[in-house]
């Protein structure tokens, strides 16, 4: 593959696994923007956040390599993705990372547990600009055509001038007909948490055992500036998402409470 | 185990394992506060940051019950521990969910990569006062008796009052003898990455593989006020790490880029 100097070199990869709808969907639209290498695992990731796989060795395999896309898999996480692409598999860093479209929505404390959201947190920890994208939908018959426009729209608003050092974007996309979304939001992550987390079951040796499942309960319904209230309403949300987690208002009260 | 209106109900968890010595000298102190619940994986999960096990049950078993201990296995990860022993394992919510001690610093990004701060900010989602401690010493031979001490102080200065919502503590300590620790510092979270991250081999087949390593780049090591800083120079950093990763401050510049 070789690079036109304004040719875009553009990382794809998602936590869905390589045969996921929304994945086919955001290939269609990057191409529109320049040349892809799009690194995925063969089975889905979800819910991995920013793990690291630290105790296997990662391997790496290149299925399809034409002028204008490349595609690998890779057994690694999302992040892990991010980090060996960029360190052994592109030519130069890429101008983005973006990643999805993930199947059900990761809005609110939701992008804690992403694999989605951590390959663009990864990728940004890099100085790249980069962005997940997530459809309100987990049925896998999810229409994912919705998002098109809207990626298009958010990818052309970014560009390449860079985000802020350590600063990312999250969007979310409602799950509504297009002709029914009335814009994106800029909006910040909603106060939440999952509520009623397992279902306690009997295996048929009679010992227990869990699934993890549970509520989204979100803690400020009635708040129009947040995530959920922007994916409710039928806005596509956009969250600057800081790398760094200080909690930079209440460092001056910490040193109050701890006396010094 | 019966709990006394007064006792403190204590979870500890950790990332490195039920035998991890890091995790014997966290019992001992905690101990001294309360009674407490122990759950941890038998090995290691280091690296898995707010990672959920979605894909298998989970398992627990019942190694020891006192009066003043109860001990668990499970196979999932930090996370998954936190929210499985807050639905199913304790009769109340606990006072403090405290995970550690770590093998190893998790100052910095390495917050957003570790297991046992992930344990923390889980706890800190459920409105605990939650904890995360590590020491800055990877080695297997690492002495943590230095820890006491600081341990003992941060959780008396933390004490029950709760901390805001959102908002958990990371605490580093330096691997320096006792005497030499100048103190506790209030910090914020190191600007910094990981580069060089990948070592490529060959296998006896002659397929290529990759080891996750690499090596922590500090981007701003003369700020005296980040935890790295404080590490270095043979303070104890008490970072306050917040649950919302929005990047406030870029909110309305977002807007304008997005003409909004």
Same mark, same amino acid.
């Given at each position: 593959?070789?690079?036109?100097?304004?040719?875009?070199?553009?990382?794809i990869?998602?936590?869905?696994?390589?045969?996921?709808?929304?994945?086919?969907?955001?290939?269609?639209?990057?191409?529109?923007f320049?040349?892809?290498?799009?690194?995925? /695992?063969?089975?889905?990731?979800?819910g991995?956040?920013?793990a690291?796989?630290?105790?296997?060795?990662?391997?790496?395999?290149l299925?399809?390599?034409?002028?204008?896309?490349?595609?690998? /898999?890779?057994?690694?996480?999302?992040?892990?993705?991010?980090?060996?692409?960029?360190?052994?598999?592109?030519?130069r860093?890429?101008?983005?990372v973006?990643?999805?479209i993930?199947?059900?929505a990761?809005?609110?404390?939701?992008?804690?547990?992403?694999?989605?959201?951590?390959?663009?947190?990864?990728?940004?920890?890099?100085g790249?600009?980069?962005?997940?994208?997530?459809?309100?939908?987990?049925?896998?018959?999810?229409?994912?055509?919705?998002?098109?426009?809207?990626?298009?729209?958010?990818?052309?608003?970014?560009g390449?001038?860079?985000l802020?050092?350590?600063?990312?974007?999250?969007?979310?996309?409602?799950s509504?007909?297009?002709?029914?979304?009335?814009?994106?939001?800029?909006?910040?992550?909603?106060?939440?948490?999952?509520?009623?987390?397992?279902?306690?079951?009997?295996?048929?040796?009679?010992? /227990?055992?869990?699934?993890?499942?549970?509520?989204?309960?979100?803690?400020?319904p009635?708040?129009?500036?947040?995530?959920?209230?922007?994916?409710?309403?039928g806005?596509?949300?956009?969250v600057p998402?800081?790398?760094?987690? /200080?909690?930079?208002?209440?460092?001056?009260?910490l040193?109050?409470?701890f006396?010094?």
């Amino acid at each position: 593959m070789t690079l036109e100097p304004n040719d875009r070199l553009i990382l794809i990869t998602n936590d869905d696994g390589l045969y996921a709808s929304g994945l086919k969907t955001l290939i269609e639209v990057m191409e529109e923007f320049g040349k892809i290498v799009l690194v995925s /695992t063969p089975e889905s990731m979800s819910g991995m956040s920013m793990a690291l796989t630290v105790k296997t060795p990662l391997r790496v395999k290149l299925l399809e390599e034409t002028e204008r896309r490349r595609v690998f /898999t890779c057994n690694g996480t999302p992040t892990d993705i991010v980090k060996l692409a960029v360190n052994q598999l592109l030519e130069r860093m890429p101008d983005w990372v973006v990643s999805g479209i993930n199947h059900g929505a990761n809005a609110s404390v939701s992008v804690l547990y992403s694999g989605t959201m951590a390959a663009a947190i990864e990728g940004c920890l890099y100085g790249i600009n980069s962005v997940g994208f997530s459809l309100n939908d987990f049925s896998r018959s999810a229409d994912f055509s919705v998002c098109k426009k809207f990626i298009r729209l958010v990818m052309q608003k970014l560009g390449t001038e860079r985000l802020p050092d350590g600063i990312c974007l999250n969007v979310n996309i409602p799950s509504v007909p297009e002709k029914e979304i009335k814009g994106i939001k800029i909006c910040r992550q909603a106060k939440g948490n999952w509520r009623e987390e397992f279902e306690k079951r009997k295996d048929p040796m009679g010992r /227990t055992y869990y699934w993890l499942t549970g509520m989204f309960q979100n803690h400020e319904p009635e708040a129009d500036d947040t995530d959920e209230w922007a994916l409710a309403n039928g806005f596509v949300s956009v969250v600057p998402v800081s790398v760094d987690m /200080t909690a930079h208002w209440y460092t001056d009260k910490l040193k109050e409470r701890f006396c010094i």
